[in-house]
Each structure stands twice: as structure tokens, then as C-alpha cells.
């Protein structure tokens, strides 16, 4: 739902975000929609040129288009380089603010140790530990947890039922979505061979998590604390849902990675990076700088040249699945028989 009551001329949307108005610049908008369910008063946008076949049918009143689309439509249209980020720009104008008066509710539980800014807001039955601070124009918001020596920056939102364990920091505008936890133990282990029964001895993660600003931090998903140096994730950093980013590990500024995405411990991923849904990258290697790391890929060895890369098989019928699947346990010996000289195999 758009704001209640926000309407904004498409000539004012022109100069504001700095786009080429054809058409009415008194046309009023009131929010968005797609092509196929804008009415004469939402913006839409075509972005993919599968829809272009759309524009005609299109009740949309204003659509942001690139300059080739710009005469497939009869109507006004916003001309942008990148219809998509116009559109996220635009957007944002409709998008129902959050009303979150400054003040500690009654319920919540702040330790005395804490600093509150004063125009900070902490949410029902929130908790702040000691030694921790929450900034100006930040929300923690219902059932947030909020440990022991961290920092909530400036402008930051922690929806709901956020865990911040210990040693956290976030930087200012920083969005945290419900049930994620920062600052968890690593997974830190040493097997104890002296004894005639080895067993696993558990090494303290005494580091933090530092997140930059403007980062994004999906649903669920759990970032661990560093071992002895901070996990961190640098500025403007997007994760999806349910991803595990593992202690030590070190996120380029402008990566994004999709759901369920897991990095072991003490990898370096680069700027500009964006990794596929349920990616696995194993531990202490290094990915350059403008990877793409398709889905489902597994990255067992680092990365040091820009380009996109892919691990696994194409999805296929379960019948020729399973005898493709029993030939790659025989690509050894064939490899074998193959590089074998003549004389070898007499």
C-alpha cells in the first residue's frame, strides 16, 4: 500500500531523480504496479525485454522505460539508463513509513550501563546489555536482543527479534530483518588426541562482527563472531535470507548473495561480488573483485580473476541423471586409460 495520500507529478518524479519526461508533466501518480496491473494513476516500469510486448496493453498512467522502449509506448513515459533502479528509486516515495516514536517502551529492559540516544526508539520487550549504544533516529525494534558491547548506528533498523550476541557493530542505516543473529560463537573447535578417547575442545572467540553502513541482513541469517580479528562485512553489503557468513570472514563493499548461501571460515570476498542462492564456499580462500558465483555452485579453491563461474550438473530426467551420475565415478580410469602411452596398455 503507497503512503496513504501521496501524490507526486510526473514532472516533479523528472527532476527529482533526473529523468527524461515524455508527456504530461502535470500527470499525478499515486503508486506503483507491473504492466500487467499499473492503473492510470501507478507508475510502472520495463526493465526485461520479455515484457516489451506489454506496453501496449499497459494501463499504467506513467512507465520508465530506456531510451529504445521510449516510442513503443503511446503514453508518458520517465526515460532512465536503468528503468529498474529508477524504478526502486521512485518507489521508495509510496512505500508506508515505519512511525517509530523515539523512546524505550516500558517493557523493554536497558541495562544501566547502556546509552540510549534520546531519539532512538527501543521496541517491546527489547533488551540492551551493557556497555552497548544505540544511536540517534535508530530502531530496536519488538523482542531484539541486544548484547553486551555493541553498537546500533545511526539510523539503523533492527525489525524484530534481532540477536545481537556480543562485540557487534553496526554502522549507520543498517537493516537487520527478523531472527537474524550477529555475533554468535564461531565454529571453533580443536580435537584433544591426549587422551585415549580424543574429544573436541572449544576455542573462545574473542573477536566481534562489524558491518559497515547502508548494509542489508536478511531473515535468519546468522553471521558469527571472529576468532581473535572481527568478521566484517565493508559498506553497502546485501545477504538475502538464511545465509551463514562463518567467523573471520571478511565481505567486500556492494556484494550481494542470494539465499541460503554458506561461506566457511576466513574467506575474503571481494567488492562488487554477487553470489548465487544456496552457493557454498568453503574456508580460507580469496575471491577477487566482480565475481558472479552461479547457484548452487560449490567454489572449493579461490577465485582470482573477474568473471562468472558455475560448479555442478544440468538439471536432466532422473533416468539419465542416475547413469550420468554412475559414468563420473568411472572418469578416472578413463582419464587414466587415455593419457596411458601405447606401450602401457600392451
Known amino acids: 500500500m503507497p503512503r496513504q495520500g501521496v501524490q507526486v507529478s510526473a514532472g516533479e518524479l523528472a527532476e527529482r531523480f533526473g529523468l527524461v519526461l515524455r508527456g504530461d508533466p502535470a500527470r499525478l501518480i499515486g503508486g506503483v504496479g507491473t504492466l500487467a496491473g499499473a492503473g492510470p494513476d501507478a507508475l510502472s516500469f520495463l526493465a526485461n525485454p520479455k515484457y516489451r510486448g506489454q506496453l501496449a496493453a499497459t494501463r499504467a498512467g506513467l512507465v520508465v522505460v530506456r531510451e529504445r522502449d521510449a516510442d513503443a509506448y503511446a503514453g508518458d513515459v520517465l526515460v532512465a539508463r536503468d528503468p529498474y533502479v529508477a524504478y526502486a528509486r521512485i518507489a521508495s516515495l509510496f512505500e508506508p513509513a515505519p512511525g517509530q ?77 527478523p531472527g537474524a543473529v550477529l555475533g554468535a560463537d564461531g565454529f571453533g573447535l580443536a580435537l584433544d588426541r591426549s587422551q585415549d578417547e580424543p574429544h573436541w575442545i572449544k576455542v573462545p572467540q574473542l573477536g566481534g562482527v562489524r558491518v559497515g553502513d547502508d548494509c542489508e541482513i536478511g531473515a535468519n541469517t546468522t553471521i558469527d563472531r571472529g576468532a581473535l580479528e572481527d568478521t566484517v562485512l565493508e ?44 552457493a557454498g564456499i568453503a574456508g580460507h580462500l580469496e575471491i577477487c573483485d566482480r565475481v558472479v558465483v552461479t547457484a548452487m555452485t560449490l567454489v572449493t579453491h579461490s577465485i582470482r580473476e573477474p568473471g562468472e563461474y558455475s560448479s555442478g550438473t544440468p538439471l536432466m530426467d532422473s533416468r539419465s541423471w542416475r547413469r550420468n551420475a554412475v559414468r563420473f565415478k568411472q572418469l578416472d580410469a578413463l582419464a587414466r586409460r587415455v593419457g596411458a602411452s601405447p606401450k602401457d596398455t600392451e
Open 101 to 177: 516514536a523515539p523512546g524505550i517502551h516500558p517493557s523493554a529492559v536497558v541495562h544501566a550501563q547502556a546509552r540510549i540516544d534520546p531519539g532512538a526508539s527501543i521496541g517491546p520487550l527489547a533488551t540492551v546489555g551493557a556497555g552497548s549504544r544505540i544511536d540517534a533516529g535508530a530502531t530496536v525494534g519488538p523482542g531484539c536482543v541486544i548484547g553486551e558491547d555493541c553498537v546500533v548506528g545511526a539510523g539503523s533498523t533492527l525489525v524484530a527479534r534481532v540477536t545481537l550476541v556480543r562485540r557487534v557493530t553496526l554502522g549507520q542505516r543498517v537493516l537487520v530483518h
Open 235 to 278: 559498506h553497502d553489503v546485501r545477504l538475502d535470507n538464511q545465509i551463514q557468513i562463518a567467523h573471520n570472514v571478511h565481505v567486500g563493499a556492494h556484494t550481494a548473495m542470494a539465499g541460503c548461501v554458506a561461506v566457511a571460515g576466513s574467506t575474503r570476498i571481494g567488492r562488487y561480488c554477487m553470489i548465487g542462492g544456496a
